[in-house]
């Protein structure tokens, strides 16, 4: 156990921020590991709960994949995916929005209420948040790349975002699920990671803090010791185009990137297995993740 002084240099650490991030906007992707396990999740909600005790308005975004592979198997549909995303039928889509709004969202508001703070959910349905277009799925046949419709997977194209000021304004923690509706009438399922990108660039917000299953960026992620603390913009896009990211961080790389070419100061790669990585990310002068930021002189502390 840390003695008192050490206790009080870890408090007296998170003053800088607290300063600077009081008032601010902090839009948070929450998904993977850190939903499925109870203990994980306590404390991702402790932490959402913590932030908006320090003045900062916490915006949640969450995911769902893994449980809505769960819920189609239950329902003999298998999932079959198209460059790391799922082909979505109407039936598809719909148990998706089943389990994203009726399931998952409702779980998080019942919980952030619970620990004391006043939550609402909104689906991209409400008030029109998501307007989405179809997304078509890109793939290389012999050396061509190739687009190919997958259903109703969305990007976003625009969103409304004055139910989600509203909210802020009035001291809800608001909760979105990534279900946006298309200028056509249809639902669409979108990558929470974007969404997330998307919210943060359309609420000016300080953060984008993406919560999910690996330590952060690797500069080889073959490589588990050349783990990268802080990256600029520049440095992440270069290692997209040289294919040194993994595939699956290519969706969040590129939120981030939307984010800060939208002015967002600061965006966060975190760890959900990893206890409190949230409060620790924000609140400690190293943090634990990986941050990419616009500019390498960007620097924290
Ligand atoms: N991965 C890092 N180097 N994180 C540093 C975070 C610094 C500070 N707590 C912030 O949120 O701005």
Do not use: W
Not at 117 to 135: E, M, Q, R, T, W
């Amino acid at each position: 156990m840390i003695n008192s002084v050490e206790k009080a240099a870890v408090l007296i650490e998170a003053l800088p921020y607290l300063q600077r991030f009081s008032g601010n906007t902090v839009v948070i992707k929450y998904g993977g590991n850190a939903m499925l396990n109870d203990e994980l999740k306590k404390s991702v909600m402790q932490d959402i709960i913590f932030l908006k005790y320090a003045g900062i308005r916490p915006v949640v975004v969450h995911g769902g994949g893994p449980e809505i592979t769960g819920m189609l198997k239950k329902l003999g549909k298998e999932s079959s995916f198209v460059s790391g995303l799922r082909v979505t039928d109407a039936e598809t889509v719909d148990i998706a929005e089943m389990v994203l709004v009726g399931k998952i969202n409702s779980e998080i508001v019942k919980y952030l209420n619970f620990l004391g703070a006043k939550a609402v959910g909104l689906s991209g349905k409400d008030a029109d948040l998501i307007i989405a277009a179809k997304h078509l799925a890109k793939v290389r046949e012999n050396g061509q790349v190739k687009e190919v419709d997958i259903g109703f997977v969305g990007d976003v194209l625009k969103l409304n975002i004055g139910i989600v000021e509203n909210f802020l304004e009035q001291g809800y923690i608001p909760v979105i699920s990534p279900i946006g509706v298309g200028k056509d009438g249809a639902t669409y399922n979108i990558n929470a990671d974007y969404v997330a990108g998307e919210l943060a660039a359309a609420l000016g917000a300080e953060k984008l803090a993406l919560i999910t299953d690996v330590e952060g960026i690797y500069r080889d992620y073959n490589d588990k010791s050349s783990f990268v603390s802080t990256l600029s913009l520049a440095e992440a896009q270069e290692m997209i185009k040289t294919g040194s990211i993994d595939g699956g961080m290519i969706p969040k790389v590129e939120a981030c990137v939307k984010a800060l070419a939208a002015g967002v100061a600061k965006t966060h790669i975190i760890d959900g297995r990893k206890p409190h990585s949230l409060l620790l990310e924000i609140f400690t002068t190293e943090g634990i993740g990986t941050e990419v930021v616009k500019y390498r002189r960007y620097i924290s502390g």
